[in-house]
């Protein structure tokens, strides 16, 4: 009984792709999926880094495709659809990670940032899932998971426009499970708390520690999530043992929106 209920979390023979893979949430959800049985394929805005990460994966034995991918440049976003399809030819997951943070008050807010904001973190996980439906179309199991955050639910001071983008992003998210589960492709968001990764960690020592501080009792367990815990919750959209479910939005942030 064990074994069967373990087999439903497995991943085994599925491709994944997870953009922005290469350090953070999305570095973590590879290396999950690839533990779990994955073909995994990462992207990062640097050719060198994105290889570096496929390479560790590759380095527990699992499969890995490392690719360039600049996320908000539809000419990027075209060659890496067209280099998944010619070398890999499937696809069964699709987890759109890739995300700026620029924090800024509204006021001091220019166009030239709203718009790259909404080209990263909207249009490019928007028209990926569109031009990768044809592949996610010809699998038995096909789940796309959106990274959003809990911004996206409860809007902050001072990221007004990437809570915006992450708003948009979970509505998307409903919409697309609505046309494209009866196609046979579950779609989901998964909303992150406060998470333990360079993305928002201060470098300095003294300010990180206050930081970390000042997060963590924001939420009930009175600390920051490590990034291995997010990417288990992405696991388990992915798997069978999610099968049931579409359309949702699961919240994994210490109770934070609690």
Known sequence: MVAAADSAFGLEGRVALITGGTRGIGAAVALEFAAAGAR??????????????????????????????????????????????????????????????????????GVAEFDELFAV?????????????????????????????????????????????????????????????PKGIRVNALTPGSVATDMILP???????????EMAAQNLMNRLAEPQEIARAARFLASEAASFITGQTLIVDGGYLA
């Open 203 to 213: 470098r300095d020592a003294a300010r990180r520690e206050r930081f970390t501080a």
């Open 40 to 109: 995994v394929i990462v992207t990062g805005r640097e050719a060198a880094r994105a290889e570096e990460a496929a390479a560790a994966i590759r380095a527990s034995g699992a499969e890995a495709l490392g690719i360039q991918y600049t996320a908000g440049s539809m000419d990027s976003l075209r060659a890496l659809v067209a280099r998944i399809t010619q070398e890999v030819g499937r696809l069964d997951i699709l987890v759109n990670n890739a995300a700026i943070l620029k924090p800024h008050f509204i006021e001091k807010l």
């Open 121 to 181: 973190n909207v249009r490019a996980a928007l028209f990926l899932t569109q031009a990768l439906q044809p592949l996610l179309l010809q699998s038995a199991a096909a789940a796309i998971i959106n990274i959003t955050a809990a911004g996206g639910h409860a809007p902050m001071a001072g990221i007004g426009a990437y809570c915006a983008t992450k708003a948009a992003l979970i509505n998307l998210t409903h919409t697309l499970a609505k046309e494209w589960t």
